[in-house]
């Protein structure tokens, strides 16, 4: 247990839906990320939030829109992805400063 | 731009094994390096990490040293259990990137009793 939670765990849609993942931190820390994981690919970052702002966004397609309403929370949108979006789907904070990030477990999405 | 390049796994040994995975690393200046795992399951935990040259990271029975002259930082353990079995991964932060990691592929370790 890292201290930072993601929901649902497992998410299965088809291509018209919209969903959202969840993420919450209970560590104090003022540093989000949204990561990517593929089989076969390097972990890929997609979204950091520092103090709640977006400080890097890595060329990600509109399909996925985060929202950062504090601190402590960090959600994903999800519309209209393509079955290449399928992977695991990681988020983690960071102390303000700090170097270690702490990863939650990642939710498994798969796009039909 | 900044990579790190592991060696591709699986790596698959015995129980009480020696395990060496490589590392290395392109970065400008001086980065901090990091070996991270990945037990089925769950998310990344931080293994071990070094901040400068020469600095040896250990945990766990795990142990990786800095490098510099050969930008390497090669992930080491002396006797393997099966509990080890996971993804580990090597990645850097440089000084001036914020909290932003560089991650290798991962290599995966399969342990056999």
């Known amino acids: 247990e890292t201290g930072v939670t993601q929901t649902p765990r497992h998410l299965v849609m088809g291509m018209t839906n919209k969903k959202s993942l969840k993420c919450e931190q209970h560590?104090?820390?003022?540093?989000m990320y949204w990561y990517k994981q593929s089989a076969k690919k390097p972990l890929e970052l997609m979204f950091v939030y520092s103090l709640e702002e977006r400080v890097e966004n890595n060329s990600v397609p509109s399909r996925f829109s985060p929202e950062c309403p504090n601190s402590s929370h960090l959600f994903l949108h999800l519309h209209t992805l393509q079955p290449e979006d399928s992977a695991l789907y990681l988020c983690?904070?960071?102390?303000?400063?700090?170097?270690?990030?702490?990863f939650g477990p990642g939710t498994r999405l798969t796009v039909t | 731009g900044d990579s790190v390049t592991q060696m591709e796994g699986p790596v698959t040994l015995s129980e009480e094994a020696f395990l060496t995975i490589n590392c290395t690393y392109t970065?400008?200046?001086?980065?901090?390096l990091f070996w991270y795992v990945q037990y089925p399951g769950e998310g990344l935990q931080l293994l071990l990490k070094?901040?400068?040259?020469?600095d040896k990271g250990s945990n766990k029975g795990f142990e990786a040293t800095y490098r510099k002259e050969t930008t390497s930082f090669h992930l080491e353990k002396g006797s393997v259990q099966v509990s080890d079995s996971a993804v580990y991964f090597c990645?850097?932060?440089?000084?001036?990137?914020?909290?932003?990691?560089?991650f290798g592929g991962g290599t995966r370790l399969m342990v056999k009793p």
């Open positions: 990645a850097l932060l440089r000084n001036n990137a914020g909290n932003m990691l560089t």
């Open positions: 070094a901040t400068k040259a020469d």
């Open positions: 560590l104090g820390h003022n540093a």
């Open positions: 970065a400008t200046g001086y980065p901090s």
């Open positions: 983690a904070s960071s102390p303000q400063g700090g170097d270690e990030q702490y």
